[in-house]
């Protein structure tokens, strides 16, 4: 069974530093390029970061560039986003996913694209 696991979210002061982790279990991890979303109350879901199949393509939304990175572990079947100097405009409920990308389609990442499986979110709070 298809399974991803957030973990890592909590409440943080603005500037502060969270790191979230996916944990993939059930599937291939290098054969899924893995996306982290974020949903605010009142606003629609929003693509944060996506890392390919072969982790050599990252992509991040405008509002986080440069504040959050996005890695994976192969072995550990688990993809982290680092976010650093946290703002209160980045509290949100944060879900990692997956979308099968195999192929030459390993090596690129696109949240804009479906993807297959969505784990349950995990809670994301800045505020002084």
């Known amino acids: 069974q298809l399974q991803l696991v957030e973990s890592g979210g909590g409440l943080g002061q603005p500037g502060e530093s969270m790191k979230l982790s996916c944990a993939a279990s059930?599937?291939?991890?290098?054969?899924?390029?893995i996306g982290w979303f974020r949903q605010a109350p009142g606003k629609e879901r929003e693509g944060v970061s996506c890392i390919s199949g072969s982790g050599g393509n990252t992509n991040y939304a405008d509002s986080v560039k440069g504040r959050f990175t996005i890695s994976k572990d192969s072995a550990k079947k688990t993809v982290y986003l680092q976010m650093n100097s946290l703002k209160p405009e980045d509290t949100a409920v944060y879900y990692c996913?997956?979308?099968?990308?195999?192929?030459?389609?390993?090596?690129?990442?696109?949240?804009?694209?479906?993807?297959?499986?969505w784990g349950q979110g995990t809670q994301v709070t800045v505020s002084s």
């Open positions: 996913a997956a979308r099968r990308a195999v192929g030459v389609r390993r090596l690129r990442c696109d949240t804009r694209q479906n993807y297959d499986v």
């Open positions: 059930g599937f291939t991890l290098d054969d899924y390029a």
